[in-house]
C-alpha cells in the first residue's frame, strides 16, 4: 500500500500506508488539523533494532509533517522496570538523530486512570473478581464458545468500591483480587470478555515508590495515555490489531465522562514489526542472554539491541537507509540480516579510510631491498571520495602479509603469493615470490621475494599487469592489535520459531578473537567507534575496551557477504 508522490524537487517518492493516512487526514483537518505521535517504550529492557523501526515511525512522521512526537515510558509494571533503561532509551534516540518534544511516564496518569476506573465501577462497568487468574482464564470461552461469567460479576457497586481502595492500600495481597471491566463474555473478540484492568503488585514503582499498589494492565493504560496527552496517531505494531476494539471502547467511555474535551480522540494504527533472521529481538529473551553471561553486556556488539549495534560499528545514517529499504506494510514477515549488513556496507563505502592491517600475518622478506630503508608510500583514503586525500604507509624489507595470501603449492587459479609468480603489493611494488622457510612441523615462518625498483607507483613498469594484489604493513613500523571478529549470535534462521532452548541454539563461533594482528601507524590516532576499511578484508571499527598502545578493533562487517556463498554451497 504505497503512493507515489511528486514532491516539490519533482522527484518521485513513494509514501507508506501510515503517511498516506496522515496526509489524508491532515487535508481534512482532523484533529483540529494536528499531528501528535508518541513513541512508548516499556523500560524494561535496551532499544533493538526493531524499537528503531518503530522510532524512525513515530519521530520520523511528525519530523516530516510539522506534528510533534513525545517520549512516553509504558512503566504499568514495576516488576521489571529501571531508571537505567529509561537513560538508555534517551541516548539511543538521541542517537538515531532524534528529538521528542516533551517525556512523560505512565506512570504521571496513575491517578487519573485510577479516577477513571472509579467511574466504570459507579457505571457498573467494572468489578473486583476474587478469583485466580487460571480460574479467570479456564472461563474465558473460545472465539467461537462464550464465555462463562465470573461469580463475581453482580457484585454490588458499593462492594466494587471498597475492595478497589483496598486493592491498593496493602490489605489485599497479590494475586487475591483483580479489576475486570464488565464489557461482554460472549463477545468475539477474546478481549472484550471483561478484561483485567488492575492487578495488585507490592514492588515499589521506580517513579512512584510505594504510593501505588494496584496497577493498570497495558491495555487501560495505552489509549487513555494517548487521549490524555493528545496524540493524534498512536501507531504500534501488529500484534495490537485485536486490541484496538478494546482501544477505542476505553476511548469512549472516558469521552463520556471527560465531555470537555471536544472531538479529538488518538487513532490507533498498526504496522508490521521487524523480525531479523539469526536472531531475537524479545527483550525478555535479550535480558536472558545478559543475565546468563551469554554475552557480555547489552552492548555485546553480538547483540540486536541498538547499543550493541553501535559499538558493532554501525552507523545511524545505516540504520535509517535498512529501514527505508524494508519499508512498512500490514503484513508480518522477516528480513534477512545480510540486508542489514547491506546497508552498513553502503553508507561506510562512500566515507570512511581504507588502511592496511595483517590480521593472521606471515613475515614476508624481500632479499633484494636494501636493508634500512624505509619509503614512505602515499595510500589513497578513499577511492569513493575524491576528497578524501591521502596518508603515508612506511614500506620496508621486512613486511608482515596474511598467511592465507601463501601457498607454496598454488592451484592455477591461485592469483596471490607462490614461488615464481609476481603480485603487486598494495600502493608499492611488484615482487616475485621464491621460497619459504617452515619450521618442524611444516607451518611457514618466512616468505620471501624480490621486488621491482621499476614498478613503483609513477615509474616505467608500474602498470604491468599482475592479476593480484596483496595488502602489508612494515614489521617495524606496525602496530599489535586484538581484532575481534563476529559472526550470527544464533546458528538457525529463526530461533523464536525454534522448539529447542533459545540458548541451544547459539553459534558456538559467534566471536573469534585474533590477538597478534598487526596495523599501520595511521591507526594510532582512530577515535573509539571510529569506522575503517581494512582493505580487502572487511570494515573495522575501534572498540572502547582499547588502551594505551593495545587498540581492540571490532569487525562490523566483513567485505563481501560470505554467508549467503557459504549457504547456497550447502
Ligand atoms: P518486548 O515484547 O520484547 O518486550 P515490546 O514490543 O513490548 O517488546 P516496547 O518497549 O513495548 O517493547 O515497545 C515500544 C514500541 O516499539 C512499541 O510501539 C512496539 O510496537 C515497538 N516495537 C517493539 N518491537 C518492535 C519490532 N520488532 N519492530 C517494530 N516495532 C517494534
Ligand atoms: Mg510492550
Request: hydrophobic share 30%; proline share 5%; with cysteine.
Amino acid at each position: 500500500m504505497s503512493e507515489e508522490k511528486s514532491t516539490s524537487e519533482g522527484t518521485k517518492k513513494s509514501l507508506n500506508f501510515i503517511e498516506v493516512i496522515i496526509e489524508k487526514d491532515l487535508a481534512e483537518g482532523l484533529n483540529d488539523g494536528r499531528l501528535q505521535t508518541r513513541f512508548p517504550p516499556e523500560p524494561n529492557g535496551y532499544l533493538h533494532i526493531g524499537h528503531a523501526k518503530a522510532i524512525c515511525m513515530d519521530f520520523g512522521i511528525a519530523r516530516k509533517y510539522g506534528g510533534i512526537c513525545n517520549l512516553r515510558f509504558d512503566d504499568t509494571n514495576p516488576i521489571k522496570e529501571d531508571t537505567e533503561y529509561v537513560e538508555s532509551i534517551k541516548e539511543d534516540i538521541k542517537w538515531l538523530g532524534f528529538n521528542w518534544g516533551a517525556v512523560y511516564y505512565a506512570s504521571d496518569y496513575f491517578k487519573q486512570l485510577w479516577d477513571y476506573a472509579v467511574e466504570l465501577i459507579k457505571a457498573g462497568k467494572a468489578y473486583v473478581d476474587e478469583q485466580s487468574s487460571e480460574q479467570i482464564a479456564a472461563q474465558k470461552g473460545t472465539p467461537t464458545q462464550a464465555g462463562i461469567p465470573s461469580p463475581y460479576r453482580e457484585r454490588p457497586i458499593k462492594e466494587n468500591l471498597t475492595l478497589f481502595e483496598k486493592m491498593n492500600t496493602g490489605e489485599i495481597p497479590e494475586g487475591k483480587m483483580v479489576l475486570r471491566a464488565k464489557i461482554d463474555m460472549a463477545n468475539p473478540n477474546m478481549h472484550f470478555r471483561d478484561p483485567v484492568i488492575y492487578r495488585v503488585i507490592d514492588i515499589p514503582h521506580h517513579r512512584t515508590g510505594t504510593t501505588w499498589k494496584a496497577y493498570p494492565m497495558y491495555d487501560f493504560a495505552h489509549g487513555q495515555s494517548d487521549y490524555f496527552e493528545g496524540v493524534t496517531h498512536s501507531i504500534c505494531t501488529l500484534e495490537f490489531v485485536i486490541h484496538r476494539p478494546l482501544y477505542d471502547w476505553f476511548v469512549d467511555e472516558l469521552k463520556k465522562i471527560r465531555t470537555e474535551d471536544g472531538d479529538r480522540r488518538p487513532r490507533q494504527y498498526e504496522f508490521n514489526r521487524l523480525n531479523l533472521t539469526y536472531t531475537v529481538m524479545s527483550k525478555r529473551k535479550l535480558l536472558q542472554l545478559v543475565k546468563e553471561g551469554l554475552v557480555f553486556g547489552w552492548d555485546d556488539p553480538r547483540m540486536p539491541t541498538i547499543c550493541g549495534i553501535r559499538r558493532r560499528g554501525y552507523t545511524p545514517e545505516s540504520i535509517h537507509r535498512f529501514i527505508d529499504k524494508i519499508g512498512y506494510t500490514k503484513f508480518e514477515g522477516t528480513v534477512d540480516y545480510a540486508l542489514l549488513e547491506h546497508s552498513i556496507r553502503e553508507d561506510l563505502n562512500t566515507r570512511v579510510k581504507r588502511v592496511s592491517a595483517v590480521l593472521d600475518p606471515v613475515k614476508l622478506i624481500l632479499t633484494n631491498y636494501p636493508e634500512g630503508k624505509v619509503e614512505m608510500m602515499e595510500a589513497v583514503n578513499n577511492p569513493e571520495d575524491p576528497e578524501s586525500g591521502t596518508h603515508e604507509i612506511a614500506f620496508s624489507r621486512e613486511l608482515f602479509i596474511e598467511r592465507e595470501d601463501f601457498m607454496e603449492d598454488a592451484p592455477k587459479k591461485f592469483f596471490r603469493m607462490t614461488p615464481g609468480q609476481e603480485v603487486r603489493l598494495k600502493n608499492a611494488y611488484i615482487v616475485r615470490c621464491t621460497g619459504c622457510k617452515k619450521d618442524g612441523n611444516g607451518n611457514v615462518t618466512e616468505i620471501y621475494a624480490e621486488y621491482d625498483e621499476q614498478t613503483r607507483s609513477g615509474m616505467p613498469e608500474s602498470n604491468r599487469k599482475v592479476k593480484g594484489t596483496l595488502h602489508w604493513v612494515s614489521v617495524e613500523h606496525s602496530l599489535k592489535a586484538e581484532v575481534r571478529l563476529y559472526d550470527r549470535l544464533f546458528s538457525v534462521e529463526n530461533p523464536s520459531a525454534d522448539e529447542r532452548d533459545f540458548r541451544e541454539l547459539l553459534n558456538p563461533n559467534s566471536l573469534r578473537i585474533l590477538t597478534e594482528c598487526r596495523i599501520e601507524k595511521e591507526l594510532e590516532s582512530a577515535k573509539p567507534l571510529e569506522n575503517f576499511q581494512f582493505q580487502r578484508i572487511g570494515y573495522f571499527n575501534l572498540d572502547p575496551d582499547s588502551r594505551p598502545g593495545r587498540p581492540v578493533f571490532n569487525r562490523t562487517v566483513s567485505l563481501k557477504d560470505s554467508w549467503t556463498k557459504i549457504k547456497d554451497k550447502e
